[in-house]
């Protein structure tokens, strides 16, 4: 059974701060996506990772694909208030035909 | 232009009614799925469309749990005798072809609540 695990699922910080997120998925999968979620609202992509070695940036965020060891990491750098919001990743079983399976997400929150 | 659209955004319901939560996904999705996200927890997939079939109804629960999809367009989930541990937010999100890159797109979902 394919298990995506987040870590943290709590994150405070200050702005301006940096720090990561982390994404471990327990088989092999090629296809990796974060996802964001604001209170009551619905999900927004952020990335998609085929491939391993793929890193992708927008803004302050930047994500990474490590498929051999099955980890991706979000990277915030700068953070400010705005990025606070809940973060998903989430992966696709070798086969399928896109049914995600969703960790269970990380809880952001930048205070001033 | 228009994104995946839910209705109703919130439904409350007693305890073995039958709900039916409706998602019109993005104009020339062909590929179309259901998520549950419960409190707190990530999204659990339910059920996923390639047009108007499901090759993938993986995730639905039990048999109280149907979809289907009309003109590779609509597609309506019912619950039927709805129970407590069904309340959730449901998810629709739609891709262009449901193949190997592409970015699913969700709707702003339906919040289920079952007294």
């Known amino acids: 059974e394919l298990k995506v695990e987040q870590n943290p699922l709590f994150l405070s910080m200050q702005e301006g701060k940096n720090y990561t997120i982390y994404c471990n998925y327990s088989t092999t999968s090629d296809r990796l996506y974060w996802y964001r979620q604001d209170p009551g609202k619905s999900l927004e992509s952020l990335f998609v990772l085929l491939s391993n070695g793929a890193v992708k940036q927008e803004g302050r965020l930047m994500a990474s694909l490590d498929t051999k060891a099955r980890l991706s990491t979000l990277h915030i750098t700068a953070a400010v208030h705005d990025l606070s919001a809940t973060y998903f990743c989430a992966v696709d079983r070798i086969g399928s035909q896109g049914n995600l399976i969703f960790g269970k997400g990380t809880k952001l929150s930048v205070k001033p | 232009g228009a994104g995946v659209s839910q209705s109703p955004s919130n439904k409350v319901t007693e305890k073995g009614k039958d709900v039916e939560l409706r998602c019109d996904p993005i104009?020339?999705?062909?590929?179309l799925y259901w998520y549950r996200q419960r409190l707190g927890q990530g999204l659990e997939f339910l059920i996923y469309?390639?047009?108007?079939?499901?090759?993938?109804k993986s995730g639905l629960p039990s048999d109280r749990f149907s979809a289907e999809r009309t003109g590779e367009s609509v597609s309506t989930l019912t619950i039927q005798r709805t129970q407590q541990e069904d309340s959730a937010v449901y998810l629709c999100a739609s891709s262009i072809t449901g193949g190997y890159t592409d970015t699913q797109y969700f709707g702003p979902g339906t919040r289920l609540t079952v007294l």
């Open positions: 104009s020339g999705h062909t590929a």
């Open positions: 469309f390639q047009g108007n079939s499901a090759p993938d």
